[in-house]
T-cell receptor, first 113, second 113 residues
Framework: GENVEQHPSTLSVQEGDSAVIKCTYSDSASNYFPWYKQELGKGPQLIIDIRSNVGEKKDQRIAVTLNKTAKHFSLHITETQPEDSAVYFCAASEGGGADGLTFGKGTHLIIQP | NAGVTQTPKFQVLKTGQSMTLQCAQDMNHEYMSWYRQDPGMGLRLIHYSVGAGITDQGEVPNGYNVSRSTTEDFPLRLLSAAPSQTSVYFC????????????FGEGSRLTVL
């Protein structure tokens, strides 16, 4: 089955700086890569996703890049703000959607004032 | 718009007791699933359902039972609770198993003594 590795487990950045979280996956058949944000005491929420026919996708301050050859994808957050502090999960799926999603172990992002 | 509702939010059980975690969604989603979240382990799929009357096992199904008699409800049953089942449980739903965003509930924290 699919295996998703996520790094780092904890990331601390100064407010206003950029943050990058990286994930690798093992199954070359995976074609859907979402990122979820989990705030304290809440359930995860989708923030951005990318499919295997696209190399990069942006939404305001967040972007995701995908390298199919190397089987890795990354989340980039620019101009970080206090409300970006949360746990972020990457995931991969062969089915293209919710079914069969395998999640990474999560990254705790801390924004230092 | 309630989305995905989980009850109870907190529960303490003794080893060997049984209980049911309730999950209801009001978005008419066909796909529903249960995850458990443990420190450093990310989100692991327990069971899922692609529609009323259809359920299947995920990555960590042992010790859990599910049923799907209606589109709205997807309860998770612990038949004989064990300390290893101490965790935070999340129910999620999606409009489509292929290409659909997962909508999570706020979680149920279970402690088994």
């Amino acid at each position: 089955g699919e295996n998703v590795e996520q790094h780092p487990s904890t990331l601390s950045v100064q407010e206003g700086d950029s943050a990058v979280i990286k994930c690798t996956y093992s199954d070359s058949a995976s074609n859907y890569f979402p990122w979820y944000k989990q705030e304290l005491g809440k359930g995860p929420q989708l923030i951005i996703d990318i499919r295997s026919n696209v190399g990069e996708k942006k939404d305001q301050r967040i972007a995701v890049t995908l390298n199919k050859t190397a089987k890795h994808f990354s989340l980039h957050i620019t101009e970080t703000q206090p409300e970006d502090s949360a746990v972020y999960f990457c995931a991969a799926s062969e089915g293209g959607g919710a079914d069969g999603l395998t999640f990474g172990k999560g990254t705790h992002l801390i924004i230092q004032p | 718009n309630a989305g995905v509702t989980q009850t109870p939010k907190f529960q303490v059980l003794k080893t060997g007791q049984s209980m049911t975690l309730q999950c209801a969604q009001d978005m008419n989603h066909e796909y529903m699933s249960w995850y458990r979240q443990d420190p450093g382990m990310g989100l692991r799929l327990i069971h899922y359902s692609v529609g009323a009357g259809i359920t299947d096992q995920g990555e960590v199904p042992n010790g859990y039972n599910v049923s799907r008699s209606t589109t709205e409800d997807f309860p998770l049953r612990l038949l004989s609770a064990a300390p290893s089942q101490t965790s935070v449980y999340f129910c999620a739903s999606s409009t489509d198993q292929s290409g659909g965003e997962l909508f999570f509930g706020e979680g149920s924290r279970l402690t088994v003594l």
